[in-house]
């Protein structure tokens, strides 16, 4: 039973990253179907990476699937920082274009 419940959390998890990847996949759709192409939101868009693993974080890939976003390595790096609580009596800044309107 318990290896049945791992393997079920496992295809769940591949089926939200590909949910993932269809946004992305849009929204690159997008940027190239504009009337003007915004080279910089494409850039941006082909060189995000997930570097955080998915199976350990599933609550950040159903936020990513949720929100039709991808969590930027910027941003990961800044919510590792808070979470194991590295920043005491520190700030922390994203600039322009690393993502705080939509996360």
């Given at each position: 039973?318990?290896?049945?419940?791992?393997?079920?959390?496992?295809?769940?998890?591949?089926?939200?990253?590909?949910?993932?990847?269809?946004?992305?996949?849009v929204?690159?759709?997008?940027?190239?179907?504009?009337?003007?192409?915004?080279?910089?939101?494409?850039?941006?868009?082909?060189?995000?990476?997930?570097?955080w693993?998915?199976?350990?974080?599933?609550?950040?890939?159903?936020?990513?699937?949720?929100?039709?976003?991808?969590?930027r390595?910027?941003?990961?790096?800044?919510?590792m920082?808070?979470?194991?609580?590295?920043?005491?009596?520190?700030?922390?800044?994203?600039?322009?274009?690393?993502?705080?309107?939509?996360?």
């Open positions: 039973e318990g290896a049945l419940i791992r393997d079920l959390q496992h295809h769940i998890v591949v089926l939200m990253k590909l949910m993932v990847f269809h946004d992305r996949l929204r690159i759709q997008t940027i190239l179907a504009s009337d003007e192409l915004d080279l910089d939101a494409l850039v941006r868009e082909l060189k995000t990476r997930r570097i693993n998915a199976h350990e974080h599933p609550y950040w890939l159903a936020l990513e699937v949720a929100g039709m976003i991808q969590i390595p910027k941003q990961y790096a800044v919510a920082e808070m979470i194991e609580g590295k920043i005491e009596g520190r700030t922390i800044q994203l600039n322009m274009g690393e993502g705080k309107t939509r996360v």
